[in-house]
Structure formats: C-alpha cells, structure tokens
C-alpha cells in the first residue's frame, strides 16, 4: 500500500538553526512528492513540490526539499530558521495518474527565539 | 484572489444526526478533494470530483457518508447518522485540473458529541 513516513513527531530548533525533517515514501511508479505547511490558525499551503527533473526543488521561505529515489525519500531543508517558520509541516505524495494525495502524520516544528 | 472557502467553519452536532458540509472550490477549478484529518493525523482521502462526477470514491469510509457536486462547481459532503468517530476536520482541496497542485481550504471542525 501507499504511504508517506514522517519520523520526527516534533522538533524544536532555536533561531538561526539549520533544519532538516524526514519524509520517506512507500510507492510504486512515478511519484510526485510535496510538502505542505500549516501556520496556527491558518489552512495548509503548499511549501515545494516535486514531478521531475532537478531532484532539488527550491519553494517559498527559503525552504528547499531534495528527492533522492534511491533511499525514498524528500528530506525538507532550511539552512537557518526563523520564528516565524513555527508551524506543521506535512509531507505527501501521488503517482501519477493518480490524483489522491497521501500525507505523512506530520511534523510539528517549534523554534525559539 | 479568493481561495478555497467551507462552511461552516465549525459544526458541532449529536450523535445519530445527519450533517452538511459545504466547500466552494477556486473559480475555474475542475478537480475537487474532500479529505478528513483527525487530531495528530494528516489528511486522509475521501473523495475526487473531476467536474460533476466522483472519479474516485474510494476514501470514503461507509455508506453513511456521501459527496455530491451537482454543477461542477461547489460541492457538499453529507454524513448520515453521525458518530463520535466521525468527530474531525474535513478539508477540502481544489486544483485547476487533475495533477495540479492543490489548493486547500480552512476546513470545518465537526464535533459529534
């Protein structure tokens, strides 16, 4: 079956910290990947996504994502977090042809001042 | 732009009762998703509207529960006999067509008491 793995429940960094959460994938076939962020009280938005192409996507806020197909994974990357980076963050996937997306459990990043 | 909106923004009803949730999705969008997050969970797949049919309703978790897009356009998700399981957040997600990225909506919390 389809599944997306998100390993760190939670994570808290300091400003200024580099950030690295995990996200791997259990797919057969093409597979386009995406991560997703929700800010409190806000709706998820859409941070990157990949199709094909450059493994390494950049998206908004400085944040980039790497697919690498040999481990399944697409690891979310910012070399320096702020503040204002607190928030959920959610990994997906779908095949293509394949519309639905399935989400990772998520991730919760706190980041002190 | 206007985004993807749903009403209402909270519902909270009792058990055995029948509830309507309505999601308005982007103007133009044809691809329409319903998704249900309960709490410390991603999103889960329900249903896929591509126009006014459901191309794949294979989330849906019993016949009490039921989507409807009557115009292409706005769609409703009704759930029969209401159980305190179904307690959760449903989301709804446009995207301009199928494989595009999908833009969310804020959701509505439903409580079944």
């Known amino acids: 079956a389809q599944s997306v793995s998100q390993h760190n429940h939670h994570v808290i960094l300091s400003e200024a910290a580099s950030l690295e959460l995990g996200c791997n994938y259990s797919?057969?076939?093409?597979?386009?990947l995406f991560w997703y962020v929700q800010y409190p009280g806000q709706h998820l938005q859409l941070l990157l996504k990949?199709?094909?192409?450059?493994?390494l996507v950049k998206g908004i806020k400085g944040f980039e994502a790497e697919f690498i197909k040999s481990k399944f994974s697409f690891n979310l990357r910012k070399p320096s977090v702020q503040w204002s980076d607190t928030a959920e963050y959610f990994c997906?996937?779908?095949?293509?042809?394949?519309?639905?997306?399935?989400f990772g459990t998520g991730t919760r990043l706190t980041i002190i001042p | 732009g206007a985004g993807v909106s749903q009403t209402p923004s909270n519902k909270v009803t009792e058990k055995g009762k029948y509830v309507e949730l309505r999601c308005d999705p982007i103007?133009?969008?044809?691809?329409l998703y319903w998704y249900r997050q309960s709490l410390g969970q991603g999103p889960e797949f329900l249903i896929y509207?591509?126009?006014?049919?459901?191309?794949?309703d294979s989330g849906l978790p019993n016949d009490r529960f039921f989507a409807v897009r009557p115009e292409g356009s706005v769609s409703t998700l009704k759930i029969q006999r209401t159980e305190r399981g179904d307690s959760a957040v449903y989301l709804c997600?446009?995207?301009?067509?199928?494989?595009?990225?999908?833009?969310f909506g804020p959701g509505t919390r439903l409580l079944v008491l």
């Open positions: 797919y057969g076939g093409t597979v386009n």
């Open positions: 997906a996937a779908t095949n293509f042809g394949n519309e639905k997306l399935t």
């Open positions: 990949y199709f094909s192409g450059d493994p």
């Open positions: 509207f591509q126009g006014t049919g459901a191309a794949d």
């Open positions: 103007s133009g969008h044809t691809a």
């Open positions: 997600a446009s995207s301009l067509n199928r494989e595009e990225t999908q833009y």
